[in-house]
């Protein structure tokens, strides 16, 4: 069995609105376990955003979508939005392939995430609209 290629999470703690977690190299069956951890700490660390940048990401696996889906549950158990950054390319087609472009805020850049309104946390009350006034 071979050692993980150039596999990387860098998670240096949230901040009070928002926790980056940035992710390198393979993200299959060896390594989805770090990256699992790393997203539950992130999720559960209090920030009101959690922006998982798979930027460095150069292959996905089931295993890792799965972590994704994961977290994506328990984002809405914390009332924390969960933000995938993924720009063009095989990981981003997966992504789509699957439908999981549906079930994540996706952004082709970190900066485009930072610079994207607030949502409502899943499972929060929509709020009244004007439109019938």
């Given at each position: ?32 376990p770090?990256f ?9 660390g209090g ?14 696996d ?5 972590a ?14 969960l ?18 472009h ?32």
């Amino acid at each position: 069995m071979s050692e993980p290629a150039d596999f990387c999470v860098e998670f240096p703690g949230p901040s009070e609105d928002v926790a980056v977690l940035a992710v390198a190299g393979e993200l299959d069956i060896h390594t989805s376990p770090e990256f699992k951890e790393h997203l539950v700490s992130a999720v559960e660390g209090g920030a009101a955003r959690v922006i998982v940048d798979l930027t460095g990401v150069t292959f996905i696996d089931s295993s890792a979508l799965g972590a994704l889906i994961g977290g994506a549950r328990r984002s809405a158990l914390n009332r924390t939005e969960l933000m995938i950054v993924c720009p063009p390319g095989s990981v981003a087609r997966v992504i789509d392939l699957t439908g999981l472009h549906r079930a994540f805020a996706v952004y082709p850049t970190r900066d485009k995430a930072l610079g994207a309104p607030a949502s409502p946390p899943a499972g929060a009350p929509e709020e009244p609209s004007d439109a019938g006034e």
